[in-house]
């Protein structure tokens, strides 16, 4: 099992910057997939950046550029790091993470969601 604790969410203005926290329960060195969703009034769950333990990251169209998602091994954290945020960030983040069990296969884990409102 993995618990996931977001943190660090709230009111940014338009261009301004916040970072949001992801605290795991487990060392985040031997979970394979970290990344970020959001969701927003009215629409489907979207990924926004995925880390990998390979170093490797990913990011939807709408945010590169402006978001970058990092890990802190030595505090099982990772973070994302949201400058220039538009109106249309508006949502719930979400922390996810998929972790290979040996002999048990995929588990998919998501933290509770921190509410993140771009507003002027």
């Known amino acids: 099992q993995v618990q996931l604790v977001e943190s660090g969410g709230g009111l940014v203005q338009p261009g301004g910057s916040l970072r949001l926290s992801c605290a795991a329960s487990?060392?985040?060195?031997?979970?394979?997939?970290m990344g970020w969703y959001r969701q927003a009034p009215g629409k489907q769950r979207e990924v926004v950046a995925i880390?990998?333990?390979?170093?490797?990251?990913t990011y939807a169209d709408s945010v590169r550029g402006r978001f970058t998602i990092s890990r802190d091994n030595a505090k099982n954290t990772v973070y994302l790091q949201m400058n220039s945020p538009k109106l249309e960030d508006t949502a719930v983040y979400y922390c996810?993470?998929?972790?290979?069990?040996?002999?048990?296969?995929?588990?998919?884990?998501w933290g509770q969601g921190t509410q993140v409102t771009v507003s002027s």
């Open positions: 996810n993470a998929k972790k290979l069990h040996l002999g048990k296969g995929w588990g998919d884990y």
């Open positions: 487990v060392s985040i060195s031997s979970i394979n997939v």
């Open positions: 880390s990998t333990t390979g170093d490797s990251t």
